[in-house]
């Protein structure tokens, strides 16, 4: 195997290894939602800014997963159209308020929102926490405490208030992110590659709605799991939760 590949493997079995440290704060955080999920309301999963949506979206609909996931899958954030877009918007302080209001969010009691941005930092990011509890809501933050700490303070990508995310969410779960992201070294090569924040921030979300399963079951309740529709019944066993939450998940239909 070529050493770049062990590399990466490396690289991403430690980080996998940090987060599965996580568990009583994994466990901690899925309370809320499995509570949420038990008394038939929404959890709303946000990635504020640019690859971060990734996160949002692999809970979305996804085989396995929960089905009243409501992903949050802002326009102007998405990379689709414009990453420099993107990356100009998310910095933009204001700007979640209109995305939260836009989604309706924070408008009944015991809302639980997850917020997954592995930087934790930008104007977006700090914006949705600071916002969301303020409506009262429950505040999931899935990023990295390490790459917040080593953050100049006045770097141009962070909220005007210095603020980090996983200071603010009610409940915080580290997805170690290494610092800088990228983390191949090559022979000739003066920057490294191989990115490994989308590789963090699914892991942990992913683990957490496991968590999230269990405690359901733990409760007496059958988890609303969605089947894959490319397996034989799948759209048959998927019907009776498209026809639930259809009408309530704006990206569901």
Known sequence: ?????????????????????????????????????ADDRLVHVIGPGGHSNMAAEEVLWRAGGLAPINAILDAGTNLI???????????TPGYARSVLDAYRLGR?????????????????????????????MTTIGITSR??????????PSRHPSGKNLYQEADLF?????????????????PQK?????????????????????????????VPPLWMSANVPGGDEANRSSEERFIPRIRHLG
Not at 9 to 30: C, D, G, K, N, W
Not at 114 to 121: E, F, K, P, Q, S
Not at 173 to 186: F, K, R
Not at 201 to 207: A, C, D, M, Q, S
Request: charged share 20%; hydrophobic share 45%; with cysteine.
């Open 1 to 37: 195997m070529n050493d770049h590949f062990q590399q990466y493997h490396q690289a991403a079995t430690s980080a996998f290894a940090a987060i599965l440290a996580e568990r009583p704060a994994i466990v901690e955080a899925a309370q809320p939602i499995a509570r949420a999920i």
């Open 81 to 91: 159209h414009g990453a420099k877009r993107s990356n100009v918007i998310e910095r």
């Open 108 to 136: 009944t009691p015991g809302e639980v929102i997850i917020i997954v941005n592995a930087y934790g930092i930008n104007a977006m990011c700090i914006d949705t926490v600071l916002i969301a509890k303020e409506r009262g």
């Open 146 to 155: 390490d790459f917040a700490d080593r953050l100049p303070a006045d770097h």
């Open 173 to 189: 779960l580290n997805c170690h992110l290494p610092y800088g992201d990228a983390v191949v070294e090559i022979e000739g090569c």
């Open 193 to 221: 590659t191989g990115p490994t924040s989308t590789l963090c921030n699914v892991f942990t979300i992913n683990l957490l709605m496991n968590e999230t399963v269990k405690q359901l079951v733990d409760l007496g309740v």
